[in-house]
């Protein structure tokens, strides 16, 4: 868990998910079309991508890919992210990652 969590931390935004996952591909390219760099740890290209799943399932995600940390906070998963898009906040939290620039 603590390695999920460094890991989460490198960036503004880091997005956990699988190669072959569209839903994780929609999502990582919603949060480019802000204008945000994202760091993709893509699970099934790991050596301890098994490990990380195991971390992220200990820190209560409901799906294991995509999972998305925002400014160093777990966001969660696509569900997460998408009702933030819808409701306009995504942006904001984006902006207050200092992911992105207005």
């Known amino acids: 868990m603590e390695m999920v969590m460094k890991l989460g931390a490198q960036s503004p935004v880091v997005i956990f998910s ?3 996952c569209c839903i994780s591909h929609s999502i990582e ?3 480019r079309n802000f ?3 994202p760091i993709v740890y893509e699970l ?3 050596e301890n ?3 990380l799943e195991r971390a992220l399932v200990e820190l209560g995600c409901q799906q294991i890919v995509p999972v998305v940390f925002i400014g160093n906070e777990l966001v969660g998963g696509s569900n997460e ?3 933030l898009n819808i409701r ?3 942006k904001q939290f984006l902006i207050k990652a200092n992911a992105i620039w207005v």
């Open 35 to 37: 204008g945000a760099n």
């Open 18 to 20: 699988r190669s072959t």
């Open 49 to 51: 991508g098994k490990e």
């Open 44 to 46: 099934d290209r790991l």
């Open 88 to 90: 306009g906040k995504l």
């Open 81 to 83: 992210i998408m009702s």
């Open 29 to 31: 390219t919603l949060i």
